[in-house]
């Protein structure tokens, strides 16, 4: 018996053995792989990855029958459940009614999924989206998927990286760069009209390009006959000012005409003038007062800013004509100071201001100036300057004359200068030393002008221990006459020191309209003091992010360390890119 239950024992102690030896090995074998498994696995993903692909398709163009029956809710909703399988055409889609909605955060996201998969039409938005809304603006991001959508061959794109390289918006400014973007976008099946205005500005003034008027009149024209208001206007620039064409005023009011007809306000002023004048029109002082307070006020109906607001926000085009404006008092109250501060504002690409500041130059008696103005307009091929030339200084060179009258440069004066401006800014500068401040008082004393100004701020911010209120407003009084002409003539420190003068009334009636001509005027010769103070108005007080920006990046390159330090707290790339 005992022998029968060893036995049985021994059976079931080697069952045991066996049966934990075949669970030991199915447990290995579980955790090796299986060949045969691994493909069923495979197989069974592509069949799902299928069914969703064919599901959201299905979704998709669900969504797009009820959009076309006008059942939007459902349409959406359909858009939203194919954007989720991963739809590219249903994320953008969805990512458009969230922006609808003011869901821009959401939007965003899921244009940005549309744009990983290859879409072509989610970096423009995107880049539209960085530009242009104001809580999101980014002017890197605004270029960087700008530049997607441009190389993926999108007109709009390719204009507006354009405009970003041709203004300096989130990029380093190269015209070059701009045109080969605004011919792409010119070139294209259907060209995209801004972009055929902006390559003609290009060739007219020669910017990014040889200049070449002829070519410009091909540009204008090509857009002109698509009904489009700027191309039209550029057009009767040309034959306004004879630019590459022979000059005709009646073809250029028609031209204008056309381009008022939707509120332009260039047109509307050019108009005004003809009007005024009897250029190609009979004269109708009514008429043209009406086109001038069009101008002035813009226009609703589309969206059009009037010239002041165009001017103030950089618009070099409304500047030449809001100066024109003010030296005629036309829409405004005549005003020569006002005039040749637009002027100014505007004559680095435009030869008709450099004509208008001659003018003024002339009414002033100031025969010097009005050369100087004309040869520089005359140099940039302006018929106009040649011919007054040729009638007012007749036999003397073509060449521009060195102004021997010009107030000396003295270099230690404008890094001293410099210095101080950068130390009125409100980035955590440090003031003038006492040694700087010595420096800048003797040379006040000797007749500097940009000195006794600089002099006259460190007085009022008791710097190296100067005198306060009343000896500052000496100086600023010797000072003011001789500042002014020498910002008159392109001094980008005497600019800045006058944009001061006026911004606080320093010797002068206090006027920010005029502080703020002077400092765009010193910030567009690229003096980085301005160029910050310059930045920080516009977006401190203006809330202008895309100006900013731009001023911003012209500061940091310019070597303005401060621009750095505040472009890094308040133009951060989104998400950490």
């Known amino acids: 018996m005992s022998n029968m239950k060893t036995n049985r024992n021994i059976f079931f102690a080697a069952v045991a053995v066996v049966a934990l030896f075949l669970t030991g090995t199915a447990a290995c074998g579980a955790g090796l792989p299986n060949k045969t498994d691994k493909q069923a696995e495979e197989t069974k993903t592509e069949a799902t990855e299928k069914t969703d692909r064919k599901k959201a398709e299905e979704l998709y163009l669900q969504g797009m029958e009820y959009d076309s029956n006008d059942e939007s809710e459902k349409a959406v909703e359909c858009f939203r459940q194919a954007a989720e399988l991963g739809h590219d055409k249903a994320q953008v889609l969805y990512a458009y009614t969230c922006m609808t909605e003011d869901r821009i955060d959401e939007g965003i996201k899921w244009y940005r999924a549309a744009a990983a998969q290859g879409n072509t039409m989610a970096p423009t938005l ?39 390289c041709f203004e300096g918006y989130g990029v380093t400014q190269d015209r070059a760069e701009a045109v080969k973007w605004f011919r792409k976008a010119a070139e294209q099946t259907i060209p995209d009209s801004e972009a055929l205005y902006m390559l003609g500005v290009c060739y007219r003034d020669g910017l990014g390009v040889d200049q070449d008027r002829a070519e410009a009149v091909k540009w204008f024209r090509k857009g002109a006959g698509h009904t489009d208001d ?10 306004m000012e004879g630019y590459g064409v022979e000059q005709d005023m009646k073809e250029a009011v028609k031209w204008f005409l056309k381009a008022a007809e939707q509120d332009l306000p260039y047109a509307q002023c050019a108009l005004g ?9 009979a ?10 307070k069009n101008a002035m006020d813009g226009s609703a109906k589309y969206s059009s800013k009037g010239l002041p607001e165009r001017a103030e926000n950089g618009d070099h085009e409304a500047q030449y004509w809001l100066g024109v404006c003010y030296e005629e008092g036309r829409g405004v109250r005549q005003d020569d100071t006002m005039a040749v501060a637009w002027l100014q504002a505007a004559e680095q690409e435009n030869d008709r201001a450099q004509v208008a500041l001659a003018r003024l130059a002339l009414k002033a008696g100031d025969l010097d100036a009005a050369e100087r103005w004309l040869r520089k307009a005359a140099k940039r091929d302006n018929p106009s300057a040649k011919k007054l030339l040729a009638e007012l200084f007749p036999g003397k060179e073509a060449a521009e004359k060195d102004d021997a009258s010009a107030q000396p440069r003295t270099a230690e004066i404008g890094a001293t200068v410099k210095r101080l401006v950068s130390a009125l800014r409100p980035v955590d500068q440090k003031p003038l030393d006492t040694e700087s401040v010595e420096w800048l008082r003797k040379a006040a004393e000797q ?4 000195a006794q100004c600089a002099y006259g701020i460190c007085c009022l911010k008791h710097y190296g221990g100067a005198a306060g209120k009343a000896e500052a407003a000496e100086w600023f009084g010797k000072a003011i006459d001789g500042l002014r002409r020498a ?18 009334g320093n010797g002068v009636r206090q006027d920010r309209t005029l502080s703020r001509i002077w400092l765009r005027k010193a910030a567009e010769q690229d003096f980085a003091s301005a160029q910050l103070e310059l930045a920080i108005l516009l977006f401190v007080e203006d809330k202008d992010m895309k100006e900013a920006d731009k001023w911003f990046r012209k500061a940091a390159e310019n070597g303005e360390s401060a621009a750095e330090g505040f472009m890094k707290r308040h133009f951060s790339d989104p998400e950490g890119e």
């Open 126 to 164: 995107l880049g539209r989206i960085y530009f242009e809304e104001e809580q999101k603006m980014n002017m890197k991001e605004a270029a960087r998927w700008f530049r997607k959508g441009a190389e993926q061959g999108k007109t709009f794109a390719q204009r507006m990286y354009g405009i970003c």
């Open 230 to 239: 700027y191309n039209a206007y550029g057009l009767g620039v040309c034959y």
């Open 273 to 281: 003038i003809c009007y005024v004048h009897g250029l190609g029109v």
């Open 283 to 292: 004269e109708d002082p009514a008429k043209a007062a009406d086109y001038f």
């Open 447 to 450: 007749g500097d002008p940009k």
């Open 487 to 504: 910002a008159e003539k392109g001094d980008p420190e005497a600019q800045t020191l006058l944009s001061e003068c006026y911004g606080d």
